[in-house]
Structures are given as structure tokens and as C-alpha cells.
């Protein structure tokens, strides 16, 4: 496993670099490899559950018709976890940066994972409690805010709040103190943006998002012919900018940044060039897991992000059920529509339950160790990503032509700002790992590009979401 995995992130390099010119036979060589590695990956998806999970007993959870079944797991097949996951395993990886300090001394110890969940989900919390009917007027368990907190913060969250919410609702006074000690001009608590999970969303901030998601599929694609002949869509110009730049975006010192950008950037793009009024909501992975495939986020209603394939089959129900999907497979950037398929599975939903989200955040304490347990494989980030599944959800280059890609990347970017909130002071400069291209390691200078979906920035001005970019980033999540 370590020889594959390392052979095959290898072969993923070379790829990266093989790319403009873009050689038909590199590509099946990798394929090839990855495919290689399957057995990994189905060792990764069938992982026993979490026996700690706080968000209610898994073995009440329904059985799933939509397991890794029949036709659809060929494609969970090719895209394996190992093509996601860390260089941990590689033997190159380096050891902590310099350029980072040492938080380990950080002042408030975290509450512990098996120690503190039982104090607000206890009261009959299993998932039958689960308001599926919360409809427009989410009212369940409001978790508790900061009272100083403006109004729109304390909206209450449609479900009880999992151990990871009660570290955000915990921790966000440290973000109000850093701001009294270094106000940031023009972005506040009280004016910043608040992302919120997709069932804190009213019905009809979720339809607003996916309307203004189809806007964006429909409008005309910046990215020329020239570059990327299946480039159809402004939306496409997304998932070109992911495919081109896949082998240095993974892995990589700017693994974190990187998506928090491109994350905004489309939240932007739905914004200004869409006329969406909200921000990008997240997808809380705990909250599904028991039952991913008839959750709000995937049960293929109107109000959902769009449903299950059936058999293998294009996922043909809830918004986007005329989705082409026009880029990919893997690094090709040709023109090859074809329809949407997702492999939602229960399974891979149980690598990011709350426990391990929490863990994640508060046993790394240094962005080395955080950055890599987050994408290790059976991690949270290719658990999130294999929870989607089918094409192009689990394809490594081509992820972001299923519109879940945001939701899920909005999750890792808020367990990202959530991490930095555990130490302001260090972790809003804190940055490890390697460059793809270089010999050295990542710094605060280096850059950042988005190609045609956003400007060349440097990844240090990406590291603060309040008041990062320059300014233009302000924002926080619920
Ligand atoms: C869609 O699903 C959500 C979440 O379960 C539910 O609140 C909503 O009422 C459903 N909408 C329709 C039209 O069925
Ligand atoms: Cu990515």
C-alpha cells in the first residue's frame, strides 16, 4: 500500500506536468495504476463504523439501497481514495515546516470528543428525531451563540448541534477577541458573511442556490475553446481551473488555501454574475451520515442538490437533472458530455462523522499534521468526496462538475477556519508542505491562481476569511 500509494501520487506528478502535452498514453498510465490501488480503497469503504458517533446509534439507520453496488461502483472503482489521499504515506514527506510555530502549547485545552457530545444531543437525538419535515422555519435545538452576537447568528440550526457546531459556538468568542485586538477595516462580526449548513437554509434559499447555480451553467464559458474544447459554461470554467491544476492543488502547501479560494470564487461568480442574494452554504457531513441518500442534501427533491443514481444510472431527479457534465475524464479537458452520475454512499459518510471532524481539529496542532490527517485516506475530505461518489463526484481532476463539490469543500474550509480558531495568532500565518514544481517548501509568498474562474493572488492573503484577499474575504460559518 505504501508503494502504490506513493507510486501512484508518483504517476499523478508526472502526469500534472505531462499535461499540455497532453498524451493520451500518460493518462491510461495512471489510470491504470490507480485502478491498481482499488483494493485500498474498497478496504477504506468498508472500514467499520465509527463506534463513537454522537449523532445517534448507526444501527438504526435504514439500510441503504444505494451501496457500492453493480454498475455504478466501476466508477467509485477507478477513482480510488488512494488518488485522494496524503503524501503521509509517500516517502517524501517532510517534516513540520519552519515557517510554522509550534501551537502545541495552545492555552484552552479542547473538550474532548467522548467527554463533552452528550450534553445537547442526549435528549432523544437518533436520527427519527431528525426534522425532515423542518421545512421553511428550522426551530429544533438552537444551539447556543455567543450572546453578543448580532441577531442573523443565532438563527437556530434545524438539527441538535453535533460536537463539532458546540466547538464553533465555543470558540467564536475567540474570533470576536482577535477582532477587538485586530479590527479589521470594513469587515466585522456584525457585516461579514455567514455560511450556513444547507438545512439552516430555508426552502427557498436552497432553490436561490441552485437556481443561481444553474445560471451559472448556463452562461458562456471565459475559458477559450483553444484551452479546453469541453470548457461550455461559466460553470466550466470552474472544473477546468480544478482539472489543470490538480496535481499541484493536492498534497500540497496550498491544498487549504487553494479551495478556500476557489470556494469563494464561485460563490462570487453565483453572486455577481447570477444575481444570487445568499453566500455558499456548507454541507455538515455528520448530520447525513446515518441516511446520506435521503437526507435534505440528496434526496433528489426540489429543494435538494440533487439526487442518487439508480443502478448506475444518470441521477435524474431534483435540480440539476438535466446536468451535462462536459470535462473529464481525469485530466482531459475535451469536450465529452455526458450525464451526471452519483454513488451516494452511507458508508464512506461514516470517515466524517462529528467525533472524527473533532478529533481532526483538535489533535493536530501543527497545519502539517492537520492538512495531512484531513486528507489521509479514510480522512474527512475523501470521505466527503467518496460520500458523493460516481462521475464526476469522485473523480479526482473533475470534481467540481457536480455541483456538491462546493458544499463539501465549504465543510472542509469551515473545519479549516475552524482549526485556525483555535489559535488566532499562530494559525493565521501558519503554513507546511510542499510545492509541486520546486524543491522547496510552501511559504506565505507563493502563489495562488484560479486561471480564468480568479486572480493570481499570493496564498499568505488567503489565510484570514475575515478580511483576507486583500479585503474582500469576510466571511464566517454557523
Ligand atoms: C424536500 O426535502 C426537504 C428535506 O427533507 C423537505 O423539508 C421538503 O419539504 C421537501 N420538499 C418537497 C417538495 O418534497
Ligand atoms: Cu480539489
Given at each position: 500500500m505504501q508503494l502504490s500509494s506513493t507510486l501512484t501520487w508518483a504517476?499523478?506528478?508526472?502526469?500534472a506536468e505531462a499535461k499540455q502535452r497532453s498524451s493520451c498514453s500518460s493518462t491510461k498510465t495512471v489510470w491504470a495504476t490507480i485502478t491498481e490501488t482499488e483494493n485500498c480503497a474498497s478496504r477504506c469503504q468498508h472500514r467499520p463504523s465509527a463506534t463513537a458517533s454522537i449523532s445517534g446509534p448507526l444501527e438504526s439507520a435504514p439500510a441503504q439501497s444505494s451501496e457500492p453496488t453493480s454498475p455504478g461502483s466501476s466508477v467509485g472503482s477507478i477513482y480510488t481514495s488512494e488518488a485522494w489521499s496524503s503524501i503521509a504515506l509517500s516517502s517524501d514527506v517532510k517534516p513540520e515546516s519552519t515557517t510554522e510555530a509550534d501551537t502545541t502549547s495552545s492555552t484552552t485545552p479542547l473538550p474532548s470528543a467522548s467527554s463533552s457530545p452528550s450534553t445537547t444531543i442526549a435528549e432523544g437525538s437518533t436520527s427519527s428525531d431528525i426534522p425532515a419535515s423542518s421545512d421553511d422555519a428550522p426551530s429544533t435545538s438552537a444551539s447556543s451563540t455567543a450572546e453578543s452576537l448580532p441577531e442573523p447568528t443565532v438563527r437556530?440550526?434545524?438539527?441538535?448541534?453535533?460536537?463539532?457546531?458546540?466547538?464553533?459556538?465555543?470558540?467564536?468568542?475567540?474570533l470576536e477577541a482577535h477582532l477587538e485586538r485586530n479590527p479589521v477595516p470594513g469587515c466585522t462580526l456584525e457585516t461579514a458573511a455567514i455560511r450556513r449548513e444547507w438545512s439552516d437554509l430555508t426552502i427557498s434559499e436552497r432553490q436561490d442556490y441552485t437556481s443561481a447555480v444553474q445560471c451559472l451553467m448556463n452562461k458562456p464559458a471565459k475559458t477559450p475553446a483553444n484551452v479546453a474544447s469541453g470548457a461550455k459554461s461559466r460553470y466550466d470554467d470552474f472544473v477546468v481551473t480544478h482539472i489543470q491544476q490538480t496535481g499541484s492543488i493536492h498534497n500540497t502547501a496550498n491544498f487549504l488555501t487553494w479551495h478556500r479560494y476557489f470556494t469563494w470564487a464561485y460563490e462570487t461568480a453565483l453572486r455577481d454574475e447570477c444575481g444570487y442574494k445568499g453566500f455558499q452554504p456548507y454541507w455538515n457531513w455528520d448530520r447525513y451520515a446515518d441516511d446520506p441518500v435521503n437526507s435534505p442534501l440528496f434526496n433528489g427533491n426540489a429543494s435538494s442538490i440533487g439526487g442518487n443514481s439508480v443502478n448506475g444510472d444518470c441521477a435524474e431527479?431534483?435540480?440539476?437533472?438535466?446536468?451535462?457534465?462536459?470535462?473529464?475524464?481525469?485530466?482531459?479537458?475535451?469536450?465529452?458530455p455526458r450525464c451526471l452520475t452519483r454513488h451516494v454512499s452511507r458508508s464512506s459518510a461514516q470517515q466524517c462523522t462529528?467525533?472524527?471532524?473533532?478529533?481532526?481539529?483538535s489533535q493536530t496542532s501543527t497545519i502539517a499534521s492537520f492538512q495531512e490527517t484531513m486528507q489521509t485516506p479514510g480522512g474527512v475530505h475523501a470521505g466527503g468526496h467518496f460520500t458523493i461518489g460516481g462521475d464526476p463526484g469522485s473523480d479526482f481532476y473533475v470534481s467540481p462538475g457536480d455541483p456538491a463539490f462546493f458544499l463539501h469543500h465549504a465543510m472542509v474550509d469551515r473545519v479549516y477556519w475552524l482549526w485556525q480558531l483555535q489559535d488566532l495568532d499562530t494559525r493565521l500565518s501558519a503554513v507546511a508542505g510542499r510545492v509541486i514544481g520546486s524543491r522547496s517548501q510552501g511559504s506565505l509568498d507563493d502563489d495562488v491562481n484560479l486561471g480564468y474562474s480568479g486572480p493570481g493572488v499570493t496564498l499568505g492573503s488567503l489565510l484570514d476569511t475575515m478580511g483576507g484577499k486583500d479585503g474582500a474575504f469576510c466571511y464566517f460559518y454557523m
Open positions: 504517476l499523478l506528478l508526472v502526469s437556530p440550526r434545524a438539527y441538535p448541534a453535533d460536537v463539532v457546531d458546540q466547538l464553533r459556538d465555543s470558540s467564536i468568542e475567540k431527479t431534483g435540480p440539476f437533472e438535466k446536468l451535462t457534465v462536459n470535462l473529464g475524464p481525469g485530466y482531459s479537458l475535451n469536450y465529452n462529528a467525533d472524527k471532524t473533532f478529533n481532526l481539529i
